[in-house]
C-alpha cells in the first residue's frame, strides 16, 4: 500500500483504522497506533509505502478504513490540526485477482455506513 502526498504542510501519520469483511459478511476491527510500528513524517510531495496483511476466516473479503494524520508545525498553535485520509473498500483475494466483496451487514454491527460502497 502506498500514498503520495499532496498536502501544503508537513505531517505526520498517528493511527491507523481498518474494517476487514470476509465473505460471510463478518466484521473485524483493527485499530492502533502508527502502520506495522511506523509514524511516517511527510513532507509535501512525500511518499510512503508499507506492506500489510489481513487474516480472514475466509480466501476473499474486503477492507477499508483510514489513516490519522496531524499537522506538524512550527508556529504556536491552541490546538494540534488533525485529519483522517480515507481508504476506499479494496477487494481482498489470495491471488491479486478480482473478487465480488462484501460490505457486512451495516444495521446490525453499526460498523460500516448503511450506503456503503
Not at 451495516?106 to 460498523?111: D, I, K, S
Request: glycine fraction near 12%; aromatic fraction near 6%.
Amino acid at each position: 500500500m502506498g500514498t503520495l502526498y499532496r498536502g501544503t504542510e508537513t505531517v505526520q501519520m498517528l493511527t491507523r483504522h481498518w474494517i476487514f469483511v470476509d465473505t460471510h459478511g463478518k466484521v473485524d476491527e483493527v485499530k492502533g497506533p502508527g502502520a506495522r510500528g511506523n509514524t511516517p513524517i511527510l513532507a509535501p510531495g512525500g511518499r510512503w509505502e508499507y506492506e500489510s496483511g489481513s487474516q480472514l476466516a475466509t480466501e476473499t473479503g474486503s477492507m477499508r478504513g483510514s489513516f490519522q494524520f496531524e499537522a506538524l508545525t512550527d508556529e504556536a498553535v491552541s490546538q494540534p490540526r488533525s485529519f483522517s485520509a480515507h481508504v476506499a473498500r479494496l477487494g481482498l483475494s489470495p491471488d491479486g485477482q478480482a473478487v465480488q466483496t462484501p460490505c457486512g451487514d451495516p444495521a446490525r454491527l453499526g460498523l460500516v455506513p448503511t450506503t456503503s460502497v
